[in-house]
T-cell receptor, first 110, second 112 residues
Framework: DVKVTQSSRYLVKRTGEKVFLECVQDMDHENMFWYRQDPGLGLRLIYFSYDVKMKEKGDIPEGYSVSREKKERFSLILESASTNQTSMYLC?????????FGAGTRLSVL | GQQLNQSPQSMFIQEGEDVSMNCTSSSIFNTWLWYKQDPGEGPVLLIALYKAGELTSNGRLTAQFGITRKDSFLNISASIPSDVGIYFCAGYHSGANSKLTFGKGITLSVRP
């Protein structure tokens, strides 16, 4: 079974803090993705990566950056967290078309 | 960009009932996927469809890839309380660089 693991299920941070969300997959997938999920808005793609050290902007990259130093790990970084970044963050990985998701990190920025 | 339309946003059914959901697009897709998200969890793949007209079942779930390649349907038969959750459709079209397009999801509630 494919396993995508997100390091935290719940996080509470303060405005202005630097926040790291970590994601690890164990299936040697080339592609990895970060989404945020908000009520009524569905899943919105923040960033994705096709390979180590490669990254591409998704639909809503503003306020976020990513890092992919190893194939199995894809990190989402909030350089200076703001209250409008309170959301559910989902990581996914894929080899071709089917994306497999982690359990999500619910981030609250106070 | 591409959009997938799912409506209504919420559905309420009685335990034991069947329910149908559809997903439509203005563009052609090569692959259709249906995911379910339990409360507080990440989406889990239910069914994948790769060919126009394809009909695939997974237990009480049946999904179809529309002939026009612009729509897909998911049916749940004899619903049970654990069917509660958000059901997303997702599609992939060539040239999308492995990016999936997602619908906004339908929240299903099942009354015992």
């Amino acid at each position: 079974d494919v396993k995508v693991t997100q390091s935290s299920r719940y996080l509470v941070k303060r405005t202005g803090e630097k926040v790291f969300l970590e994601c690890v997959q164990d299936m040697d997938h080339e592609n990895m993705f970060w989404y945020r999920q908000d009520p009524g808005l569905g899943l919105r793609l923040i960033y994705f990566s096709y390979d180590v050290k490669m990254k591409e902007k998704g639909d809503i990259p503003e306020g976020y950056s990513v890092s992919r130093e190893k194939k199995e790990r894809f990190s989402l970084i909030l350089e200076s967290a703001s209250t409008n970044q309170t959301s559910m963050y989902l990581c996914a990985s894929s080899r071709v078309n089917i994306q497999y998701f982690g359990a999500g990190t619910r981030l609250s920025v106070l | 960009g591409q959009q997938l339309n799912q409506s209504p946003q919420s559905m309420f059914i009685q335990e034991g009932e069947d329910v149908s959901m559809n997903c439509t697009s203005s563009s052609i897709f090569n692959t259709w996927l249906w995911y379910k998200q339990d409360p507080g969890e990440g989406p889990v793949l239910l069914i994948a469809l790769y060919k126009a007209g394809e009909l695939t079942s997974n237990g009480r779930l049946t999904a179809q890839f529309g002939i026009t390649r612009k729509d897909s349907f998911l049916n749940i038969s004899a619903s049970i309380p654990s069917d509660v959750g958000i059901y997303f459709c997702a599609g992939y079209h060539s040239g999308a660089n492995s990016k999936l397009t997602f619908g906004k999801g339908i929240t299903l509630s099942v009354r015992p």
